[in-house]
């Protein structure tokens, strides 16, 4: 099976406002349509991981492969080409455009990648949205809509690219546990159905026990 | 490869939910564009007419013989005095004609020049103008008036009567306008003129002439180039003056040079001759390029305020956008694309606002004695003036746009995600 993410020896630094080594020797890899998950205390640097990850944090040293290609080193225009195309990504709070409908959030990607016609980005939008059953919001304003809705608005703005990686930073962190299963089905059945591979950081034992590996992190370090 | 539809739709969607905001900044714009396009017209309007007033009645090179002085006194011309230090007290010119040598010759050579537009011949003459016992001290000029007619305005003060009109009449006169008040005479009155030796010669006069300058007015008149040779008992060839138009005003000192040499004649151009209007038009122009830009610069603060704020209440935006796959450049483009918008409506309104006003001038009554030809302010609509509008709104609102999009470009997501 190909391996889709690969990190080797990624240390990071903070240097303010005293130098600080936040993450230590970090080297996983993550296989297609492997549904993984990270947990660790708070503070251990799960998101600053993530978002070394996902391509927006650029200082840190050690190599990072993405579709077994070193992308550590690309340009800035490059990364955001990589991001675009094979990332997605749901952050806890819901960030959505909140001046901008449903529907218009979760083709802003696919219109910036400008492979599709605006005619199929827009029913990719509605399929999208339609299988995370919230189909019936597309026309509403982002910013009237519930949290819970909010969370899966973002998560289909995140796959409309149909990226090779989708990743959260606690995407139910702020969710009632019944919008916090549906989340977790829906993630289950993209890499079940779809064969999406997703690595997903959360603070949720229950959620995390039901994903196929657990990638336990300490002080800056993997420890399992 | 910039995806322009969706930055567009982006920068569009930001302003309209700014409704308030855009609006102000672009109205800064057009207030700015609108307060140039109305100087500017308005300014360069006045200079037109005041140009108008003097330059256009001026030829662009005159020629004509002055009385002075040789410049080689005959002692010089002795070889025995040649190595020594010569001293004449009270040189005087000698009493020379003023008239020009070979003026038909030189006349029929200019006509065949390319640069030259037209060349006219005129004999300008003191007089005193005769009325019942009224004896006025003035000028007579001489002159093809069909030929002045083409090459100058001198149609437009003319107020009564016609250049035709004295061309038909062998014993026409167009009188200045002050003249006629002070001897209260009108068209189709009779006039006599004495020349300076005491002949007397009678003159029916068949139109007014009006330049708006009083000391013109006061003295001078007009009547054909042969009237005026037979008044001074000369032959057709008398002639003290030749006026030169030519196509292109700025070669004028240079052409003045070189046929002051060629003809050995004195040649003054319309520049030396007006310098100090130049002067004026050039304030004016400064004056007008300077308010503009003022208010320029403050519409260009305010966009530029705007959008500062803008980026500010929109960094969450930006991080997704940039989280998303939305490059710095992207984004940087979104706001620019904000400013030129807001520049490129507010200018256009601006030239509308600028049009209306200079309409509003261009109809607003001006009468004055010394203009007889104008009857409303001067207006000048010359199209380069909307050009420089639209494209100095562009890019000033491009500059106050710069600054903001080029820190949008710059916002690291991870930190503002991070809440930091
Ligand atoms: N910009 C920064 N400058 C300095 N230190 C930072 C910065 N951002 C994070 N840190 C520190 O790095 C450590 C790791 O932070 P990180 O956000 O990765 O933790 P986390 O594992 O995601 O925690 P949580 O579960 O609470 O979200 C923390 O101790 C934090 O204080
Ligand atoms: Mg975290």
């Known amino acids: 099976m190909s391996l889709v993410l690969e990190t080797r020896n990624i240390d990071k630094h903070f240097y303010k406002p005293k130098d600080f080594h936040v993450l230590k020797d970090i080297s996983f890899k993550i296989k297609e349509g492997e549904f993984a998950s990270i947990v660790g205390k708070s503070g251990c640097g799960k998101s600053t991981l993530l978002y070394i990850l996902s391509t927006m944090d650029t200082e840190y040293t050690g190599e990072l492969f993405l579709n077994e290609q070193l992308i550590t080193g690309n340009s800035k225009e490059e990364l955001s080409r990589i991001r675009n195309r094979n990332i997605g990504f749901v952050f806890q709070f819901h960030y959505l455009l909140s001046e901008f409908s449903v529907i218009e959030n979760v083709m802003l990607p696919a219109k910036k990648l400008a492979e599709k016609s605006q005619k199929e980005i827009e029913q990719n939008a509605r399929e999208k949205l339609e299988m995370l059953h919230i189909g019936h919001l597309a026309e509403q304003k982002a910013s009237r809509i519930s949290g819970g809705e909010k969370q899966r608005v973002a998560i289909a703005r995140a796959l409309i690219n149909n990226p090779t990686i989708l990743m959260g930073d606690e995407p139910t962190g702020n969710l009632d546990s019944h919008n916090s299963e549906n989340v977790f089905n829906i993630f289950r059945r993209l890499s079940i159905e779809e064969g999406l591979s997703l690595l997903i950081v959360t603070h949720d034992n229950d959620f995390a026990q039901r994903t196929d590996r657990i990638i336990e992190m300490e002080d800056g370090r993997i420890i399992s | 490869m910039i995806n322009w539809s969706v930055i567009i739709g982006i920068a569009k969607t930001h302003l309209l939910t700014k409704m308030k905001s855009t609006v102000t900044a672009a109205l800064g714009v057009t207030f700015g564009i609108g307060a140039y396009i109305t100087m500017a017209g308005f300014m360069t309007g006045l200079n037109n007419l005041l140009d108008g007033l003097t330059l256009n009645r001026t030829p662009h090179i005159r020629l004509y013989n002055e009385i002075e002085p040789s410049k080689k006194q005959p002692v010089s011309l002795y070889a025995d005095f040649e190595n020594t230090f010569n001293v004449i007290n009270s040189i005087k010119p000698k009493e020379s004609q003023k008239k020009i040598h070979n003026a038909l010759p030189i006349l029929q050579y200019l006509k065949t020049d390319d640069a030259v537009k037209g060349a006219t011949p005129q004999l300008q003459t003191q007089i005193f103008y005769l009325s ?289």
């Open chain 2, 132 to 420: 019942g016992s009224i004896e006025l001290g003035g000028m007579l000029i001489g002159a093809d008036i069909m030929e002045e007619a083409r090459l100058s305005n001198i149609k437009d003060y003319i107020v009564k009567g016609s250049p035709e009109a004295l061309r038909n009449n062998a014993n026409g006169i167009l009188l200045g306008a002050g003249l006629a008040d002070k001897m209260t005479l009108t068209v189709g009155d009779r006039i006599q003129v004495s020349t300076v030796s005491g002949d007397i010669f009678p003159l029916k006069i068949v139109g007014i002439y009006q330049s708006g300058l009083a000391e013109i007015d006061n003295s001078q008149s007009y009547v054909n180039l042969k009237t005026a040779q037979r008044i001074l008992g000369q032959p057709e060839n008398y002639i003290t003056d030749i006026h030169i138009k030519l196509f292109d005003i700025e070669a004028a000192p240079a052409m003045a040079k070189r046929w002051e040499r060629q003809f050995d004649i004195q040649a003054i151009d319309i520049k030396e001759a007006n310098a100090q209007f130049e002067t004026g038009s050039n304030i004016r122009n400064l004056i007008t390029y300077a308010v503009s830009i003022t208010l320029l610069i403050v519409a260009g603060f305010g966009i530029y305020n705007i959008l500062n704020m803008l980026i500010y209440e929109k960094m969450k935006d930006i991080a997704i956008l940039k989280a998303t796959g939305f490059s710095g450049n992207d984004v940087a483009l979104i706001f620019i694309s904000q400013a030129v918008i807001i520049g490129f409506m507010g200018g256009i309104l601006g030239l509308l606002v600028g049009f209306s006003l200079s309409a509003l001038i261009d109809n607003t009554p001006f009468e004055t004695e010394a203009l007889p030809t104008i009857k409303t302010y001067p207006i000048n609509y010359s199209p380069l003036y909307y050009i420089i509008g639209i494209v100095f709104a562009l890019l000033s609102t491009f500059i106050a746009g710069y600054l903001p999009a080029n820190k949008a470009k710059n916002i690291d997501p991870v930190k503002i995600i991070r809440g930091t």
